[in-house]
């Protein structure tokens, strides 16, 4: 593969990982538990909308077909987006939606930092700029599950529920093929001690679910494109 | 273009941009807050705070306006990432307005740290007594927080 096609296909990956799950996030406004991680869902879906302007603006840039992030986020069917089953997976309850997070701003944030130390300038300046806001995520997710793990036997049944639904979209991160095998050991580090700080143990090892880098997602992506692009469906060209 | 020349336009440019506010803390202006980064040449480099920010938008037409007034409409907008911003960017003096305005300013020098937990002094009665509600707020910048003394509740500005 041509380097310009391996950089258009990361940007495409990166921007469509953090649009999708931006998205998912979005549809807790107004519906958390409670004011403040209401707020806290809402800011962590936008940073990672921003990140995916800019990553969606570069590949956009690269694949030199005159479309920008917003022609790439909203004029693209479900077959061309290249994000990690991981994100699209339904939010479910509280624990199901900390649980998703938990396992992929983790993930996010060392392939961040391993991105801001790129070569290539474009890409390792989105990367410098969202590791700071992904360790907020992290944080944010890992503090969830110690609570909700170590918490009332029904927050804890549902933490474990939560867990078992994601887990088997983790293998996919990690794929040799198509992921990022080499960040697998600091990942599960990571992992482990948090879930012995909430008093949980490891979900089952499950059969990997793979696909979505090559555009063979779930049922679910076509459902929330169909909420995402509507207006752009329904008024093509549409401004604000 | 003589040096003298260049110096008086990116000072030009600084002092017009300091007359004008962040729309979301509109205490500060966007040279206090470190948004305004570098004049080159005819060109304005300017970074946004967090990549998500809906302000960025909002800053950056605030900016073309007071440009426009003052005659610069020649002048260029060039939005960089590299380096990313930080908290150590905000003025001295920007610190002041934020503490004045009831939020509690980053300490210089602690973004690098920005996750550790440091004691954060009450805007209102400079108490050290206080805890963090919550870690995002109204704005992606901010945190909420109590005073344990006097039993206000404050915005802290994120170390970033």
């Not at chain 1, 030199?64 to 992030?69: H, V, W």
């Not at chain 2, 909002?58 to 440009?67: G, P, V, W, Y």
């Not at chain 2, 001295?92 to 740290?113: M, Q, S, T, V």
Request: a negative charge; glycine letters at 8%; proline letters at 6%.
């Amino acid at each position: 593969m041509a380097e310009e096609n391996i950089l258009l296909h990361h940007a495409l990956r990166l921007g469509d990982d953090a649009l999708i799950l931006g998205q998912r996030l979005s549809e807790w406004c107004g519906h958390a538990p409670m004011l403040e991680v209401d707020l806290a869902l809402a800011n962590i879906g936008l940073d990672l909308l921003g990140q995916a302007t800019h990553f969606l603006n570069l590949a956009g840039e690269i694949d030199g077909k005159d479309r920008n992030a917003d022609a790439l986020a909203f004029h693209r069917d479900v077959l061309d987006f290249r994000n990690c089953l991981l994100v699209e997976q339904p939010n479910g309850d509280f624990a199901q939606t900390i649980a998703r997070q938990f396992l992929f701003s983790n993930w996010q944030e060392l392939l961040m930092r391993e991105i801001a130390a790129a070569p290539e300038p474009r890409l390792s300046a989105i990367g410098a700029k969202a590791v700071k806001e992904i360790a907020y995520h992290a944080k944010f997710a890992s503090e969830w599950v110690v609570r909700l793990g170590d918490g009332t036997e029904e927050s804890r049944t549902r933490m474990i529920a939560g867990l078992d639904w994601m887990w088997r979209f983790v293998d996919e991160l990690f794929d040799p093929k198509d992921g990022t095998p080499s960040l697998r050991p600091e990942w599960d580090g990571r992992i482990a001690r948090t879930m012995a700080e909430a008093n949980l143990e490891m979900p089952k090892p499950r059969r990997g679910a793979v696909g979505g880098r090559a555009g063979h997602h779930s049922e679910h992506l076509g459902h929330l494109l169909t909420e995402m692009q509507f207006l752009q469906r329904a008024y093509p060209g549409a401004k604000w | 273009m003589s040096a003298i020349a260049e110096l008086s336009l990116k000072d030009r440019i600084f002092e017009i941009l300091s007359q004008v506010p962040d729309p979301e803390i509109p205490c500060i202006s966007v040279v206090d807050l470190g948004i305004v980064r570098d004049v080159r040449g005819q060109t304005l480099v300017i970074t946004p705070t967090y990549t998500g920010c809906p302000a960025t938008i909002a800053i950056e037409h605030d900016i073309r306006a007071a440009l426009t007034r003052a005659g610069l409409s020649h002048i260029k907008i060039e939005t960089t990432l590299s380096p990313p911003w930080t908290t150590d960017w905000i003025s001295d003096e920007g610190r002041a307005k934020l503490r004045d305005y009831g939020i509690a300013p980053p300490k210089k020098g602690a973004a690098k740290h920005s996750l550790r937990e440091t004691p954060t002094e009450c805007p209102r009665c400079g108490s050290l007594h206080t805890e963090e509600i919550s870690r995002f707020g109204s704005t992606p910048c901010k945190a909420l927080h109590r005073c344990l003394d006097c039993r206000e509740p404050f915005d802290r500005f994120k170390c970033h």
